[in-house]
C-alpha cells in the first residue's frame, strides 16, 4: 500500500464528517502549507530529491564576472505567482500567468527562445515542481 493509499483511507472518515465550507477551509490549508513548504524549497534551491540545482551556465556572450549569478527562479516562490485554488473536494497548487510557462518549460525539459531574434535555450529535462508526499504538516 504507498504513502497516498494510506493518507486516503485514514482520511475519509474524516471528511465524511465535515460540511462542504469546512472541506474547503480544510483543504485551503493543506494547500497554502505545501505551497510554503515548496517555496523553502525553492529559495534553498533544491530538488525534490534534496539534491541541489544544477548551476546557471556561463553567457558566452558576456564577459565573465560582469554578471553576479543570482538565485535561479527567485520570483516563482512568490505567492503572487505560486497560487493555491480550494473546493470541498480539492486543492492545487500551482504557477499562474507567464511563470506557468517557465515552470513548464523547466520541468520538461523543452527548448525555447528566450527573446524574439534571440537564440533558442535547451533546459535538461529536470522535475524541480513536483514533490514526494510529505505525511507531516506541522
Same mark, same amino acid.
Given at each position: 500500500?504507498?504513502?497516498?493509499?494510506?493518507?486516503?483511507?485514514?482520511?475519509?472518515?474524516?471528511?465524511? @464528517?465535515?460540511?462542504?465550507?469546512? @472541506?474547503?477551509?480544510?483543504?485551503?490549508?493543506?494547500?497554502?502549507?505545501?505551497?510554503?513548504?515548496?517555496?523553502?524549497?525553492?529559495?534553498?534551491?533544491?530538488?525534490?530529491?534534496?539534491?541541489?540545482?544544477?548551476?546557471?551556465?556561463?553567457?558566452?556572450?558576456?564577459?565573465?564576472?560582469?554578471?553576479?549569478?543570482?538565485?535561479?527562479?527567485?520570483?516563482?516562490?512568490?505567492?503572487?505567482?505560486?497560487?493555491?485554488?480550494?473546493?470541498?473536494?480539492?486543492?492545487?497548487?500551482?504557477?499562474?500567468? @507567464?511563470?506557468?510557462?517557465?515552470?513548464?518549460?523547466?520541468?520538461?525539459?523543452?527548448?525555447?527562445?528566450?527573446?524574439?531574434?534571440?537564440? @533558442?535555450?535547451?533546459?535538461?529535462?529536470?522535475?524541480?515542481?513536483?514533490?514526494?508526499?510529505?505525511?507531516?504538516?506541522?
Amino acid at each position: 500500500m504507498d504513502e497516498l493509499s494510506t493518507l486516503k483511507t485514514w482520511a475519509a472518515p474524516l471528511l465524511a @464528517r465535515l460540511q462542504p465550507g469546512e @472541506r474547503r477551509t480544510l483543504a485551503r490549508k493543506i494547500g497554502t502549507e505545501l505551497r510554503r513548504s515548496q517555496s523553502q524549497r525553492i529559495g534553498k534551491q533544491q530538488a525534490p530529491d534534496g539534491s541541489p540545482y544544477a548551476p546557471r551556465k556561463q553567457q558566452l556572450r558576456q564577459k565573465s564576472g560582469r554578471v553576479k549569478r543570482a538565485k535561479m527562479f527567485a520570483k516563482l516562490r512568490q505567492a503572487k505567482f505560486f497560487k493555491v485554488s480550494a473546493s470541498p473536494n480539492a486543492v492545487s497548487v500551482g504557477f499562474v500567468g @507567464r511563470v506557468s510557462r517557465i515552470a513548464h518549460v523547466h520541468q520538461y525539459g523543452l527548448s525555447e527562445q528566450v527573446r524574439s531574434g534571440g537564440p @533558442r535555450a535547451h533546459y535538461k529535462n529536470a522535475c524541480y515542481w513536483v514533490c514526494p508526499l510529505k505525511t507531516e504538516i506541522s
